[in-house]
C-alpha cells in the first residue's frame, strides 16, 4: 500500500510528478516583501541618491533670484448696475449655468489677450521703463533696441509673468504679477485691473456710440415716412369731405368711418331713439294699467300722494260719522255736517284721480312722439353713415399707413432717447475686490517647498533606480528569489559557516549548518506521494557551489536517523567526495562502469557513530559523458536501488556538460543546489531549461552559503546570533 507523506510546513500542493510545492502567497504581499528586500540591498544607494537631490534642491534655491508675487482680485458680473432702472433694456432672462460659464471663460482669455496687455504697457510706459523691464528679466541690452522691439518685449515679458485664475465656484478673478520688484509687482498688477476695466467700458462706450448712430438714421426716415402718411390721409380726407373728430387720431378709432362726424352723430342719434323707446315702453305701461281700469282701481293712481291724502281725510271722515251715528239722531246737524264734508273729499278724490289719469296719457303721447321723431333722424343719419363708409375704405388704407409709421417713429424717439440718456452712464460689470499690496517676503524661491520637491524626486528617482537595479540584479540573495526568479521549491537554506569548514561544522549536531541540513533532510522525506525517492541527483548550474557538501550532508543527515544511503560520486572530470569522506579515490565509480565488478567492490564505509557507503570517482575516464550514458550506469543504479534506502548522486554541473541531464532522466528526483550571492539567475534558468527537456522529478533548490546577517533582522533572527539554540549545561535549572 502507498503511503502517502503528509505536507512540508505552510501552504502547499502537488505537482504532475507527486512532489510536494510550496505555494505562493498573495502577489500583494510577494511584491511588498520584494520591494522591501530590495530597498534593504540597495539603502545606501538609494540615500545617496535622496540626499543628492535635496543637496541640488538647496543649492538651486541659493542661487536663485528672488521674485516678489502681487496679486489683485476683481469681481466679474454677467451684467451691469442698472443705473436707469430695471426696465430700460428690457426684461432679460437669468442666463444658464452653462452661459455663466461661458462668459467668465470669455472674461478670461480677455485677461490674457495681446490687446489687454498692450493697454498695460501704454499705461505705464513700459517700453522705455529699464528698471520694470529688468525687473520682468529683460537684458540689459534691451535699451540699445529700437522702440518697437522694447514694446513687443515688454508686451511678451508682462504675458508671461501674469497669472490670471479664476476661482472655483465664485466670480472671483485674481490677476497675479511676478517679478524681481516688488513695487513693480504691485503697480503693475494694479494696472491691469484697472485697464481691464477701462478696456470693458471702453468696448461698451463704442457699442452705444455706433447705436446711437445707427437709431438717429433709423428715426429720420421714419419721421420722413410718418409726414408724408399723415399727409396723404389728410388730403384724402379733404378730397371725400370726412371730417375726423379728436378720436380719430386713436388706433382703435381706425375702423371704417369711426371718428368721423356723420357716425359719432349717427351713435348719438341711435343712443338717444334708445333712450326714448325705453321711456315709451314705460309710459306706455303705465297708461295701459289706468286706461280700461276704475280710476280709484289703478295703482299709478293709488301711488299718487294727493290721492292718497284725500282717500285718508275720507276714511277718517266716515269713521267720525259712524262715531256720531251712533251718539246723534239720523237728522242731527252733526250727522249732516259729516256727510257733507265726506261728499266734498268724494267729490275732490274724483277730481284729483281724473287728472292723474290724464297725466299718465300726456306723458305716453309725449314719449310716442319723441321716439318717432328720434327714429327718423337715425334713419337718416344711417343713410350718411352707409355713404361715408364706402369713402372710409381708402381711409382706413391711408391711416392704417399712418399709424404704423407713427408706430415705428416712437419706439425709434423712445430708443434713441435712451441711447443719449446712458451714454455718459459709466458703469461697469467689472468690480475691484482687492488692490495688489507690495509683497514684504518673495514667493520664490521658497526654500521647504523646494527642499521638498527635491525629497520626493529623490525618492522617485531612489525608488527608480533601486527597481532597475533589482530588475537587472539576477543574484539569487534571499530564499525567496528561488521562487520569484526560478519557479523552484525551496527544500532548505544552508548558512555560511563561520571559522569552520562545512564538513567540521557537520560534526556537531546542534551547530546552525547542521540544524539546517535537518531541516533538508525532512522536506526530502516528504518530498513526494512516496515519501523519500529511491535515487536522487544532486547538482548545482556552476562548479564550487557546495552540491558536493550538500550531497555528503544529506547522506550522513538520512544515516543519522536509521536509513541506509548510498553516496556515489558522478563528477568523474573533478571528483570531490573522496576528501570530504578522506578515502581513497583509486577504486569507484570509473572502475565500476568499464567492468561488470559487483557494487560492493568499490563501495566505503564512511561517518563514524553514523555510517552510510560511498562509491568515490575513481580514475578519471577520457570519456566521462560516454561512462555516464552507457547501459551499465542503469544497471549499477538499479542494484543500488535495491540493496538501499535512498541512492544520492553527486552530479557534474549542469552548464556545459551532458552528464547531469542524462542522470535526471534516470533519477527519480533533482535536487539543485544554489549558492547564495552568486548564482545568476540567467544562468541557472540556462541550466533548468536543459534539465527539463529531459522531462525530470525536480524536487527543488537549496540554498547553501547564506549570510542572513548582510540582509538584516529578518534573517538574522533565524540563523544569525538571534537563532533559537541549545541551552549550556550550566545553564540549565536544577529540577
Same mark, same amino acid.
Do not use: C
Given at each position: 500500500?502507498?503511503?502517502?507523506?503528509?505536507?512540508?510546513?505552510?501552504?502547499?500542493?502537488?505537482? *504532475?510528478?507527486?512532489?510536494?510545492?510550496?505555494?505562493?502567497?498573495?502577489?500583494?504581499?510577494?511584491?511588498?516583501?520584494?520591494?522591501?528586500?530590495?530597498?534593504?540591498?540597495?539603502?545606501?544607494?538609494?540615500?545617496?541618491?535622496?540626499?543628492?537631490?535635496?543637496?541640488?534642491?538647496?543649492?538651486?534655491?541659493?542661487?536663485?533670484?528672488?521674485?516678489?508675487?502681487?496679486?489683485?482680485?476683481?469681481?466679474?458680473?454677467?451684467?451691469? #448696475?442698472?443705473?436707469?432702472?430695471?426696465?430700460?433694456?428690457?426684461?432679460?432672462?437669468?442666463?444658464?449655468?452653462?452661459?455663466?460659464?461661458?462668459?467668465?471663460?470669455?472674461?478670461?482669455?480677455?485677461?490674457?489677450?495681446?490687446?489687454?496687455?498692450?493697454?498695460?504697457?501704454?499705461?505705464?510706459?513700459?517700453?522705455?521703463?529699464?528698471?520694470?523691464?529688468?525687473?520682468?528679466?529683460?537684458?540689459?541690452?534691451?535699451?540699445?533696441?529700437?522702440?518697437?522691439?522694447?514694446?513687443?518685449?515688454?508686451?511678451?515679458?508682462? &504675458?508671461?509673468?501674469?497669472?490670471?485664475?479664476?476661482?472655483?465656484?465664485?466670480?472671483?478673478?485674481?490677476?497675479?504679477?511676478?517679478?524681481?520688484?516688488?513695487?513693480?509687482?504691485?503697480?503693475?498688477?494694479?494696472?491691469?485691473?484697472?485697464?481691464?476695466?477701462?478696456?470693458?467700458?471702453?468696448?461698451?462706450?463704442?457699442?452705444?456710440?455706433?447705436?446711437?448712430?445707427?437709431?438717429?438714421?433709423?428715426?429720420?426716415?421714419?419721421?420722413?415716412?410718418?409726414?408724408?402718411?399723415?399727409?396723404?390721409?389728410?388730403?384724402?380726407?379733404?378730397?371725400?369731405?370726412?371730417?375726423?373728430?379728436?378720436?380719430?387720431?386713436?388706433?382703435?378709432?381706425?375702423?371704417?368711418?369711426?371718428?368721423?362726424?356723420?357716425?359719432?352723430?349717427?351713435?348719438?342719434?341711435?343712443?338717444?331713439?334708445?333712450?326714448?323707446?325705453?321711456?315709451?315702453?314705460?309710459?306706455?305701461?303705465?297708461?295701459?294699467?289706468?286706461?280700461?281700469?276704475?280710476?280709484?282701481?289703478?295703482?299709478?293712481?293709488?301711488?299718487?300722494?294727493?290721492?292718497?291724502?284725500?282717500?285718508?281725510?275720507?276714511?277718517?271722515?266716515?269713521?267720525?260719522?259712524?262715531?256720531?251715528?251712533?251718539?246723534?239722531?239720523?237728522?242731527?246737524?252733526?250727522?249732516?255736517?259729516?256727510?257733507?264734508?265726506?261728499?266734498?273729499?268724494?267729490?275732490?278724490?274724483?277730481?284729483?284721480?281724473?287728472?292723474?289719469?290724464?297725466?299718465?296719457?300726456?306723458?305716453?303721447?309725449?314719449?310716442?312722439?319723441?321716439?318717432?321723431?328720434?327714429?327718423?333722424?337715425?334713419?337718416?343719419?344711417?343713410?350718411?353713415?352707409?355713404?361715408?363708409?364706402?369713402?372710409?375704405? *381708402?381711409?382706413?388704407?391711408?391711416?392704417?399707413?399712418?399709424?404704423?409709421?407713427?408706430?415705428?417713429?416712437?419706439?425709434?424717439?423712445?430708443?434713441?432717447?435712451?441711447?443719449?440718456?446712458?451714454?455718459?452712464?459709466?458703469?461697469?460689470? $467689472?468690480? $475691484?475686490?482687492?488692490?495688489?499690496?507690495?509683497?514684504?517676503?518673495?514667493?520664490?524661491?521658497?526654500?521647504?517647498?523646494n527642499l521638498m520637491l527635491g525629497l520626493l524626486v529623490g525618492f522617485a528617482l531612489a525608488g527608480l533606480a533601486v527597481f532597475l537595479r533589482d530588475q537587472l540584479d539576477d543574484v539569487i540573495h534571499v530564499p525567496e528569489d528561488l521562487e520569484t526568479k526560478l519557479g523552484l521549491a525551496l527544500l532548505g537554506v544552508v548558512p555560511r559557516a563561520q571559522g569552520q569548514t562545512p564538513i567540521d561544522a557537520l560534526q556537531d549536531p546542534k551547530a546552525p549548518i547542521s540544524e539546517a541540513y535537518h531541516s533538508l533532510r525532512g522536506a526530502l522525506l516528504y518530498s513526494t506521494s512516496n515519501g523519500l525517492p529511491k535515487i536522487m541527483v544532486v547538482t548545482s548550474a556552476e562548479a564550487g557551489e557546495g552540491k558536493s557538501t550538500t550531497s555528503f550532508a544529506m547522506a550522513q543527515g538520512l544515516a543519522r536517523i536509521g536509513r541506509k544511503?548510498?553516496?556515489?560520486?558522478?563528477?568523474? &572530470?573533478?571528483?570531490?567526495?573522496?576528501?570530504?569522506?578522506?578515502?581513497?579515490?583509486?577504486?569507484?565509480?570509473?572502475?565500476?562502469?568499464?567492468?561488470?565488478?559487483?557494487?560492493?567492490?568499490?563501495?566505503?564505509?564512511?561517518?563514524?557513530?553514523?555510517?552510510?557507503?560511498?562509491?568515490?570517482?575513481?580514475?578519471?575516464?577520457?570519456?566521462?559523458?560516454?561512462?555516464?550514458?552507457?547501459?551499465?550506469?542503469?544497471?549499477?543504479?538499479?542494484?543500488?536501488?535495491?540493496?538501499?534506502?535512498?541512492?544520492? $548522486? #553527486?552530479?557534474?554541473?549542469?552548464?556545459?556538460?551532458?552528464?547531469?541531464?542524462?542522470?535526471?532522466?534516470?533519477?527519480?528526483?533533482?535536487?539543485?543546489?544554489?549558492?547564495?550571492?552568486?548564482?545568476?539567475?540567467?544562468?541557472?534558468?540556462?541550466?533548468?531549461?536543459?534539465?527539463?527537456?529531459?522531462?525530470?522529478?525536480?524536487?527543488?533548490?537549496?540554498?547553501?552559503?547564506?549570510?542572513?546577517?548582510?540582509?538584516?533582522?529578518?534573517?538574522?533572527?533565524?540563523?544569525?546570533?538571534?537563532?533559537?539554540?541549545?541551552?549550556?549545561?550550566?545553564?540549565?535549572?536544577?529540577?
Amino acid at each position: 500500500m502507498t503511503h502517502l507523506a503528509p505536507p512540508p510546513a505552510g501552504s502547499s500542493m502537488r505537482d *504532475r510528478h507527486g512532489v510536494w510545492r510550496q505555494q505562493s502567497d498573495s502577489p500583494i504581499g510577494a511584491n511588498i516583501r520584494a520591494a522591501l528586500g530590495a530597498l534593504r540591498r540597495y539603502l545606501w544607494m538609494a540615500l545617496a541618491i535622496v540626499g543628492a537631490a535635496v543637496i541640488l534642491a538647496l543649492i538651486a534655491t541659493m542661487l536663485d533670484t528672488p521674485r516678489y508675487t502681487a496679486a489683485a482680485s476683481v469681481q466679474i458680473n454677467d451684467q451691469s #448696475d442698472e443705473v436707469l432702472g430695471s426696465d430700460f433694456e428690457g426684461n432679460i432672462a437669468a442666463p444658464s449655468d452653462w452661459d455663466t460659464d461661458r462668459f467668465l471663460n470669455t472674461q478670461l482669455d480677455v485677461l490674457r489677450s495681446h490687446a489687454l496687455a498692450e493697454r498695460v504697457v501704454d499705461a505705464l510706459d513700459l517700453a522705455d521703463n529699464q528698471r520694470v523691464l529688468m525687473a520682468m528679466g529683460a537684458d540689459a541690452t534691451i535699451a540699445a533696441e529700437n522702440a518697437g522691439v522694447r514694446r513687443n518685449l515688454a508686451i511678451a515679458l508682462l &504675458r508671461e509673468n501674469t497669472a490670471i485664475e479664476l476661482k472655483r465656484a465664485t466670480r472671483i478673478a485674481d490677476i497675479a504679477f511676478t517679478s524681481t520688484d516688488a513695487e513693480v509687482s504691485a503697480e503693475v498688477a494694479n494696472t491691469f485691473a484697472q485697464e481691464f476695466i477701462q478696456q470693458n467700458l471702453q468696448r461698451r462706450f463704442d457699442s452705444s456710440a455706433y447705436a446711437r448712430t445707427f437709431v438717429g438714421e433709423q428715426l429720420e426716415e421714419a419721421r420722413a415716412e410718418l409726414e408724408r402718411s399723415e399727409a396723404a390721409l389728410n388730403d384724402y380726407a379733404r378730397s371725400v369731405g370726412m371730417i375726423r373728430t379728436r378720436d380719430a387720431l386713436a388706433p382703435t378709432a381706425r375702423d371704417g368711418a369711426a371718428g368721423t362726424v356723420t357716425s359719432s352723430s349717427l351713435l348719438q342719434y341711435n343712443e338717444a331713439a334708445i333712450r326714448a323707446r325705453e321711456a315709451r315702453i314705460a309710459a306706455q305701461s303705465r297708461w295701459d294699467a289706468v286706461r280700461d281700469a276704475p280710476a280709484l282701481s289703478s295703482q299709478p293712481v293709488l301711488a299718487n300722494p294727493t290721492v292718497q291724502a284725500l282717500m285718508t281725510r275720507r276714511a277718517d271722515l266716515e269713521s267720525e260719522l259712524q262715531a256720531a251715528r251712533a251718539r246723534y239722531l239720523p237728522d242731527h246737524p252733526a250727522i249732516a255736517r259729516f256727510e257733507a264734508d265726506i261728499a266734498g273729499v268724494s267729490a275732490q278724490l274724483q277730481r284729483t284721480a281724473s287728472a292723474v289719469r290724464q297725466s299718465i296719457e300726456a306723458e305716453y303721447r309725449a314719449a310716442a312722439g319723441t321716439e318717432s321723431r328720434l327714429q327718423g333722424q337715425v334713419a337718416e343719419a344711417r343713410g350718411a353713415t352707409m355713404q361715408e363708409q364706402q369713402q372710409s375704405v *381708402r381711409y382706413n388704407v391711408l391711416a392704417r399707413g399712418a399709424d404704423t409709421a407713427r408706430t415705428i417713429y416712437d419706439g425709434l424717439l423712445q430708443r434713441y432717447r435712451e441711447l443719449n440718456a446712458s451714454a455718459g452712464i459709466a458703469s461697469s460689470n $467689472i468690480l $475691484i475686490i482687492d488692490r495688489a499690496q507690495v509683497p514684504a517676503a518673495p514667493s520664490s524661491p521658497n526654500l521647504p517647498r523646494n527642499l521638498m520637491l527635491g525629497l520626493l524626486v529623490g525618492f522617485a528617482l531612489a525608488g527608480l533606480a533601486v527597481f532597475l537595479r533589482d530588475q537587472l540584479d539576477d543574484v539569487i540573495h534571499v530564499p525567496e528569489d528561488l521562487e520569484t526568479k526560478l519557479g523552484l521549491a525551496l527544500l532548505g537554506v544552508v548558512p555560511r559557516a563561520q571559522g569552520q569548514t562545512p564538513i567540521d561544522a557537520l560534526q556537531d549536531p546542534k551547530a546552525p549548518i547542521s540544524e539546517a541540513y535537518h531541516s533538508l533532510r525532512g522536506a526530502l522525506l516528504y518530498s513526494t506521494s512516496n515519501g523519500l525517492p529511491k535515487i536522487m541527483v544532486v547538482t548545482s548550474a556552476e562548479a564550487g557551489e557546495g552540491k558536493s557538501t550538500t550531497s555528503f550532508a544529506m547522506a550522513q543527515g538520512l544515516a543519522r536517523i536509521g536509513r541506509k544511503p548510498l553516496l556515489i560520486d558522478a563528477d568523474l &572530470r573533478r571528483p570531490a567526495l573522496h576528501r570530504l569522506a578522506a578515502v581513497g579515490n583509486g577504486r569507484g565509480l570509473t572502475d565500476l562502469l568499464v567492468s561488470s565488478d559487483p557494487l560492493q567492490s568499490a563501495t566505503v564505509t564512511v561517518g563514524g557513530d553514523a555510517p552510510f557507503d560511498v562509491v568515490p570517482a575513481g580514475p578519471i575516464p577520457p570519456s566521462p559523458t560516454e561512462l555516464l550514458s552507457s547501459p551499465r550506469m542503469a544497471q549499477l543504479l538499479e542494484a543500488a536501488a535495491e540493496l538501499y534506502d535512498t541512492v544520492i $548522486i #553527486d552530479s557534474p554541473p549542469v552548464l556545459g556538460l551532458a552528464d547531469t541531464p542524462m542522470l535526471t532522466a534516470i533519477a527519480d528526483g533533482t535536487v539543485l543546489v544554489v549558492e547564495a550571492e552568486r548564482g545568476r539567475s540567467g544562468a541557472l534558468k540556462g541550466a533548468l531549461r536543459r534539465l527539463r527537456a529531459m522531462e525530470p522529478v525536480i524536487l527543488g533548490a537549496v540554498l547553501v552559503k547564506f549570510d542572513p546577517t548582510r540582509l538584516g533582522n529578518r534573517y538574522s533572527a533565524y540563523y544569525g546570533k538571534d537563532y533559537y539554540a541549545y541551552s549550556r549545561e550550566d545553564d540549565r535549572v536544577p529540577a
